[in-house]
């Protein structure tokens, strides 16, 4: 099935670090959302961006949709232990032919104290 | 508010059998999608249920099916159970066929 393109595919860094990913598509999206998984369990959405060229912050995390509709990434600063886990990106569309969500492979994010 | 609840949360089944999983979305919300995750594939979008019907449908096979019922809560059914099913099922409920989407904790199937 169709994808997006998720970069990258894991990271290691140190604890404080700034982080960032992002997410391209060659089709347009209503809506970009960014979702966080710990094993075992469901995807927890931590922000969801409506607008081209929106900016949202959620406390330590920023996100961007591009102007384009294809892409976003998102900016984790002063990363912490606790961030550890596999970010999703997931574009949104609706319209007369119902709702789906398209997901990215995941960066998988290791934090080292 | 509850958030979505998925029942059972593991499950073991043999090749053939067929299997039916639940998802209770949060209160309110009307739009039900069902997903299935594995790590070669990722996350797959199965069908969308909205206000009892389906209104969309992704790419797997008849053997999988749904429905949703008056209180929007949502069943997924898979007939002829192969091995290549074993997944993480999640569900995912949201307001609107528009608005944002929030999962399940998901239902492990391990066909054997």
């Known amino acids: 099935g169709q994808q997006l393109n998720q970069s990258p595919q894991s990271m290691f860094i140190q604890e404080g670090e700034d982080v960032s990913m992002n997410c391209t598509s060659s089709s347009i999206f209503n809506t970009w959302l960014w979702y966080k998984q710990d094993p075992g369990e469901g995807p927890v959405l931590l922000i969801a961006l409506y607008k081209a060229g929106e900016l949202t912050s959620n406390g330590r995390l920023t996100a961007q949709f591009g102007i384009t509709r294809k892409d976003s990434f998102l900016n984790i600063s002063a990363s912490i232990p606790s961030d550890v886990g596999i970010y999703f990106c997931?574009?949104?569309?609706?319209?007369?032919?119902?709702?789906?969500?398209?997901f990215g492979e995941g960066t998988q994010l290791t934090v080292n104290p | 508010k509850a958030g979505v609840t998925q029942t059972p949360r593991y499950l073991i089944k043999t090749r053939g059998q067929q299997v039916t999983l639940s998802c209770s979305p949060i209160?309110?919300?009307?739009?039900v999608s069902w997903y299935q995750q594995t790590p070669g594939q990722g996350l797959q979008f199965l069908f969308e249920y909205f206000s009892e019907t389906q209104r969309n449908k992704g790419n797997f096979p008849g053997r999988f099916s749904g429905r949703q019922f008056s209180n929007s809560r949502s069943e997924m059914n898979v007939s002829t159970l192969e091995l290549g099913d074993s997944a993480l099922y999640l569900c995912?409920?949201?307001?609107?066929?528009?608005?944002?989407?929030?999962f399940g904790q998901g239902t492990r199937l391990t066909v054997v």
């Open positions: 995912a409920s949201s307001w609107d066929l528009d608005t944002e989407a929030f």
């Open positions: 997931a574009g949104h569309r609706w319209g007369t032919s119902g709702s789906r969500l398209t």
């Open positions: 209160s309110g919300h009307r739009s």
